[in-house]
């Protein structure tokens, strides 16, 4: 992961070179590595300044809105369950999910929502049949508990007949902590 | 995946597809939707026997 830093007098800015290690710049920065936040500095006792991550690769900032592929071009053959593990853990709360379904069946897409270690089996809401040949939107307002925070969430995707042909995807939208 | 994989991928790249919103798009290697779709294609003009496969499953082949 690689951070960049914006601040009025560049002076102040600093990274550290890993995740433990507090960088401190000539004025005083103290940024750690994985700091995404904006941060207010301090100099000789007097708050002088703020940093602010402006940019990142292998990662999204805080408060922009993330997009996580849940499954992309999946050509579904059978009657199967697929299921499919999503790392929300930084995802604040509410999130959505699109699905795009271009199989020629209809597919049903049940969620749930858990911890990083496990997935309990009560789904979040009822599941949502797409219809072959569209793409309908998942949130909160489909299901209340889309608004909490998970560290992880399942998407489970069935046919009840085999598709002979298209594919589905879904992602998944929700703004980053 | 079938080993006649990689021939449907390229063969999926000189190809179009129409989008959910009815619009033709050519085909590339970082469109998961246009690719898996025309390889599907291919497998079954071609009467090649595949499981469910996704995107990710094409990735090695790119």
């Given at each position: 992961m690689a951070i960049s830093y914006w601040s009025?007098?560049?002076?102040y800015i600093g990274l550290s070179t890993d995740d433990k290690t507090p960088y401190n710049s000539q004025e005083g920065a103290i940024i750690y590595y994985t700091d995404l936040k904006k941060k207010q500095i301090n100099h000789g006792g007097v708050w002088v300044d703020y940093v602010e991550a402006t940019s990142i690769t292998n990662g999204s900032l805080p408060n922009q809105v993330q997009e996580i592929t849940v499954v992309a071009g999946l050509a579904i053959t059978d009657t199967s369950s697929h299921s499919y593990v999503i790392n929300t853990s930084t995802i604040g709360g509410r999130k959505s999910f699109i699905i795009v379904n271009t199989l020629n069946q209809t597919a049903s897409v049940t969620f749930y929502g858990g911890t990083a270690t496990s997935l309990p089996s009560s789904p979040l809401g009822s599941a949502t049949n797409v219809l072959s040949g569209a793409a309908v939107v998942v949130g909160s307002n489909n299901?209340?508990?889309?608004g909490d925070p998970y560290s992880q969430m399942r998407a489970v995707i069935t046919c009840s007949t085999a598709p002979t042909s298209g594919v589905i995807s879904i992602t998944c939208e929700g703004v980053s902590i | 995946m079938p080993r006649e994989t990689s021939q449907a991928i390229e063969w999926a790249l000189q190809q179009q597809y129409k989008d959910i919103l009815g619009d033709m798009l050519p085909v590339t290697k970082t469109d998961p939707m246009g690719l898996s779709t025309k390889v599907r294609e291919y497998f079954n003009s071609n009467n090649i026997t595949y499981a469910t496969f996704s995107y990710e499953d094409l990735k090695p082949y790119l």
């Open positions: 009025t007098k560049a002076d299901a209340v508990s889309f | -």
